[in-house]
């Protein structure tokens, strides 16, 4: 097991390609796919020019599941790694059956036309991987990805038994531009605009778009305001975490991005309904998607650093414990590895080291799995050796 097909050549995309060929033990052939084949070969370019290392490129469109079947089925990959856009989950999932290749993500499927983030359309999955012996991985990015993996340490080295937990997001970097998004445009603003959502006392409760926030101060970055948002690990991570009685997700912004997101939102711009135009129909989102900074563009003048982890709260023998697990990643020096800001680092590293694990059968059980459903301890090993080292401090400061 040492062959990997990885599909999607964007930000998230390049890192993988990069983590990976720094690995040259685990991943011994790497093939690189995308629906644009010229930026497949402009990473397999700088790739081959750092590391030596020859990356065969492809175009497909993981829309289709026919196209990709007959790519997987030339390759002939163990374990493909889906860094393409949600939209495309269940298109890869379907064609890694029919081909019988372990699979894995970093974002959970998404209807094209509503703005819903649930597991239940890739859970619905388990019974056909578990039946054909393979393994599906679900979002082995940072959040979810590596929050879920230090719930999973909480509670089996930290916590006898988890009752609270809160996911903190901060991005303190800087990247120079009036108005842009870290990750694709469409699939953050997406999540962004959306209620809010947090689990507590066995059910979920709504809250307006951005509505409850309070200050937080993160360690490396100081100080700042952060939002309650819905996220998609809190879903596994309520029904997967012992004794969980409370998990919300929190991610910071500056006044500056939120009031251009009002603008937008205000003008129609964040509408994800067609529209008629000229003659033609546009989705406004994806018309505003063509306008922005590419995410991968930003590296170059990124200045600061992100703050990721998650407070949890719970008993440790008989004993009330706060514990803040977390990492900061610096952009400048992602951009110094990768060519790419942290964002797409910290999504990147996770997603190797997944596959690291799969490859390695460190984690290769056949079904559907959710991170906190492994080991935690051989990917919090990784984690520390693969560029995301990671600290546990008490906290003194709830989270009110
Ligand atoms: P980008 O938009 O930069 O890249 C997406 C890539 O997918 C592009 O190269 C695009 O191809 C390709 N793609 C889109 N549609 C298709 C298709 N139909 N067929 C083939 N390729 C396609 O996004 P990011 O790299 O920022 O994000 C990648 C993934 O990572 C997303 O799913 C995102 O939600 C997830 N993510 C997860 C995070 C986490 O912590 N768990 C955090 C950040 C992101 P092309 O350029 O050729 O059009």
């Not at 020859?54 to 990959?77: C, F």
């Not at 509503?114 to 859970?123: C, D, G, L, P």
């Not at 689990?199 to 778009?209: K, M, S, V, Y």
């Not at 012992?242 to 937008?264: A, C, D, P, S």
Request: hydrophobic share 35%.
């Amino acid at each position: 097991m040492d062959k990997v097909l990885i599909i999607g050549a964007g930000g998230v995309g390049k890192v993988v390609v990069h983590k990976c060929a720094q690995q040259k033990s685990v991943f011994k052939e790497i093939h690189l796919a995308s629906r644009t084949k010229s930026k497949c070969d402009a990473i397999s370019r700088e790739i081959k020019s750092r590391y030596g290392v020859d990356i065969p490129t492809y175009a497909v469109d993981a829309d289709k599941t026919a196209e990709l079947v007959a790519l997987i089925n030339k390759i002939k990959p163990d374990l493909l790694i889906n860094v393409a856009l949600p939209y495309q989950d269940l298109t890869i999932m379907d064609a890694c059956l029919e081909t019988g290749t372990h699979y894995l993500d970093t974002a959970n499927y998404e209807p094209l036309d509503e703005a819903k983030f649930e597991y239940k359309w890739q859970w619905a999955y388990q019974d056909r991987f578990k039946s054909k012996g393979l393994m599906a991985l679900l979002g082995s990015g940072f959040d979810p990805g590596v929050t879920n993996v230090y719930c999973a340490y909480g509670q089996k080295h930290l916590f006898d038994e988890i009752n609270k937990i809160d996911i903190v997001d901060c991005n303190g970097g800087d990247h120079g531009k009036a108005f842009a998004t870290n990750f694709n445009p469409e699939i953050n603003i997406r999540e962004v605009t959306a209620k809010g959502r947090y689990w507590a006392q066995g059910q979920w409760h709504e809250t307006n778009p951005l509505s409850v926030h309070q200050g937080f101060d993160f360690p490396a970055i100081g100080e700042r305001e952060m939002y309650l948002m819905y996220h998609e690990e809190m879903e596994s991570l309520a029904q997967n975490i012992k004794g969980l009685k409370q998990i919300r997700f929190w991610m910071t912004f500056g006044q500056e991005y939120l009031t251009h997101l009002r603008v937008l939102q205000n003008v129609g711009m964040t509408r994800i309904d067609e529209v008629e135009y000229e003659g033609q129909k546009i989705v406004p989102l994806k018309f505003l998607k063509a306008l922005l900074p590419d995410p991968g563009s930003l590296g170059q003048s990124y200045e600061g650093k992100t703050c990721i982890g998650c407070v949890m709260e719970g008993l440790k023998n008989g004993q009330s414990q706060r514990k803040f697990i977390y990492n900061i990643c610096d952009h400048a020096e992602s951009f110094k590895e990768t060519g790419s800001q942290a964002v797409s680092y910290t999504t990147g590293v996770p997603a190797m080291i997944g596959a690291k694990m799969m490859l390695q059968k460190k984690w290769m059980t056949p079904g559907v799995w959710n991170m906190e459903q492994m080991d935690p301890d051989p990917f919090m090993e990784a984690l520390n050796q693969d560029g995301l080292p990671w600290q546990v401090v008490e906290w003194n400061s709830s989270i009110t």
